[in-house]
């Protein structure tokens, strides 16, 4: 039998006294994409915090290929193919694109693989290369968020969680960001997006929750592309 990649059974997390989660459970297997659906507060940021390593549960598991990882610390969630991107991108307004880019290098010293990484990322999204020496604060939101995922790629992640990327973004942008999900979960890699109900950009992915006051439940909300409609002058 198939063992899945993530296994969450009864969790519960929170912060202090309070539980923000409760009695939360599902299963990814590598290669599947799921959304978790819900408004602001619903506990999608702390769902994806907790699986990071970010946030300690208070109950339940947490399994990773099998073995309990909840009290891993995030940079050893990292090192095992966890690799979070937040709402707000943490991008290095500072830093060029580049820069950014191979910030996301965990624990890998070989040039010519870092080398390869990076350019095997420029070819798919080619604005990394044209916009290689500017300052990731000229970016537009869709080209920021693109660069975020960019970033958590470069560790070679096999299970991405992406933390609302639609928020501020057009939607063309949007859709990229949304194909691009469905791209790498056909390449193998598990993909959790996090939104809010109050952009509904859906897309056929294997599975889809809604979270309601900390608890889960199956949601029939992505079983079909429902993208907004575009402007007229798009």
């Given at each position: ?16 006294k ?38 300690r ?19 050893e ?60 604060s ?5 080209e ?6 960019a ?11 992406l ?10 942008e ?61």
């Amino acid at each position: 039998m198939r063992m899945p990649l993530l296994q969450i059974e009864s969790l519960a997390a929170g912060y202090g006294k309070s539980d923000v989660l409760d009695d939360v459970s599902f299963a990814l297997f590598s290669g599947s994409l799921a959304y978790v659906l819900g408004p602001g507060g619903a506990g999608k940021t702390t769902l994806l915090m907790t699986i990071a390593g970010l946030v300690r549960p208070k109950r339940g598991a947490i399994r990773l290929d099998g073995e309990d990882i909840r009290r891993k610390r995030p940079n050893e969630l990292l090192a095992r193919g966890i690799a979070y991107v937040p709402h707000n991108r943490l991008l290095f307004s500072s830093l060029s694109v580049r820069d950014n880019l191979l910030a996301g290098v965990w624990r890998e010293t070989d040039r010519p693989r870092i080398e390869a990484d990076a350019a095997r990322l420029t070819a798919r999204f080619p604005f990394l290369q044209t916009c290689a020496r500017q300052s990731a604060s000229r970016l537009t939101n869709g080209e920021r968020q693109l660069l975020a995922i960019a970033r958590a790629l470069m560790s070679r992640p096999r299970l991405l969680l992406l933390d609302d990327p639609f928020d501020a973004l057009a939607p063309l942008e949007a859709e990229r960001v949304a194909d691009l999900g469905a791209e790498l979960a056909g390449e193998g890699t598990a993909v959790v997006i996090a939104q809010r109900n109050a952009t509904p950009i859906a897309w056929p992915g294997e599975q889809a929750y809604r979270l309601d006051a900390g608890r889960l439940c199956r949601s029939d909300a992505c079983s079909a592309p429902a993208w907004p409609p575009l402007p007229a002058s798009l």
